[in-house]
């Protein structure tokens, strides 16, 4: 049975902390507001074998605490005889309610529950506590993501790893995901162009027949994440462009002859007109956007384009 008592603070363990995730987020606010109107919810502590405290849940709350130089703090205290489900169980539910989960801190839970119960008490119980929908697709979503080395983790914990992308990735060997680390690392890719992305090498490592870390090693993309004249953002484009044109040479060979045929036509970087081609270059038909602003305008832009689809150039444009 659990047992509210106050503990001195010098007695908690604050790195034993095996159910609780380890964040770095501000505390400023939470230790402010604990120094306004103290403890509202008091922390889980289980009896450590040997002396002290293990941290079950309110990790956050102790750190305050200890900011605020307090010498004890109420907490509800387990024996150390309590299991380690029973200790999961009750940080689990003590977040479940109050705030949502990250996808790291998803993950984290799922990875200990596994422990503990099978998947279909995971799926039906815990899932929805931690804000997922009931579906063994869901958990083994999850359980691919959390895996990964040490590393990938602290990216998906930090948000800079997409869940969707980690699943993928776990399937990896893992001289490939070594070798793909540095990327996600370093540059600003969404959760899509993640995906795209392994996708992409996939893709050409199935052509190809070849090792996905053989693209990913290659000078000419290592050399865009290594340029110091390039901003993060600048970096990730043009790693997207080289894999790109790896993995559709055509579609891409085709596109820099459009952007050619358009800055040949002085249509490239118009104010008022824009043409596209057909998506992929697939189907007849282009498409034209024209600004105007009245009647006369739009005349002389009409007059402008009847002329150009008079030219040669214009005719080799949309035979591409």
């Not at 996905?212 to 600048?234: G, I, R, S, V």
Request: proline share 7%; charged share 25%; aromatic share 8%.
């Amino acid at each position: 049975m659990a047992r509210i008592q106050e503990v001195p603070l010098s007695d908690i363990d604050l790195d034993d902390h095996p159910f609780a995730v380890a964040s770095s987020a501000d505390i400023s606010p939470l230790s402010a507001s604990m120094a306004e109107v103290g403890l509202l919810n008091p922390p889980w502590l289980r009896k450590k074998a040997e002396a002290g405290w293990q941290v079950v849940t309110g990790l956050k709350r102790l750190k305050s605490a200890a900011r605020l130089r307090w010498e004890k703090i109420a907490a509800h205290t387990l024996s150390a005889e309590t299991p380690d489900s029973r200790c999961l169980s009750i940080a689990l539910q003590d977040n479940a309610f109050g705030r949502s989960f990250s996808p790291g801190e998803q993950v984290f839970y799922i990875n200990r529950l596994t422990k503990h119960w099978d998947e279909a008490q995971i799926v039906q119980h815990f899932l929805p506590l931690l804000g997922l929908p009931p579906s063994a697709k869901i958990l083994h979503r999850f359980l691919a993501a959390g895996s990964l080395e040490e590393a990938w983790q602290d990216l998906l914990v930090s948000g800079r790893l997409a869940l969707t992308a980690a699943a993928r990735l776990a399937a990896w060997p893992a001289a490939a995901r070594r070798a793909a680390f540095p990327f996600f690392r370093d540059l600003p890719f969404s959760q899509s162009k993640q995906e795209e992305l392994l996708k992409w090498l996939e893709l050409l490592a199935r052509r190809q027949d070849k090792a996905l870390e053989d693209f990913l090693l290659k000078p000419e993309l290592t050399a865009c994440l290594e340029d110091p004249a390039l901003n993060p953002q600048e970096k990730a484009q043009r790693v997207r462009r080289r894999l790109k044109d790896w993995t559709f040479p055509r579609l891409s060979a085709a596109l820099r002859a459009f952007e050619q045929g358009l800055a040949g036509l002085g249509l490239a970087q118009h104010p008022r007109v824009r043409l596209s081609p057909p998506p992929a270059f697939e189907g007849p038909d282009f498409h034209l956007e024209i600004k105007f602003r009245d009647a006369d305008e739009l005349r002389s832009l009409l007059d402008t384009l009847t002329s150009l689809a008079r030219q040669e150039d214009f005719s080799a444009l949309t035979a591409i």
